[in-house]
């Protein structure tokens, strides 16, 4: 049952899969600002995230179990 509310959102992890390498990075400005697309690009700090196994499996070209 919904109740009409959203989670709120912390923080902007972009999640980058090149081949097999699924990579992401939170993307912060220094003001806090959630939209940092509207901050100056030289200003915005960046920090490694470790990805979750799950989001591994689906960058998996054999798919989630593993198997193609």
């Known amino acids: 049952m919904s109740t009409g509310t959203r989670p709120c959102q912390a923080a902007d992890v972009p999640v980058t899969v090149i081949g097999e390498r699924v990579l992401a990075q939170q993307v912060t400005t220094p003001d806090g600002v ?22 591994h499996a689906a960058g998996d070209p054999r798919g989630p179990d593993g198997h193609g």
């Open 34 to 55: 959630l939209d940092w697309h509207r901050s100056g690009w030289d200003a915005l700090e960046h920090a490694p995230v470790q990805v979750p196994a799950p989001m």
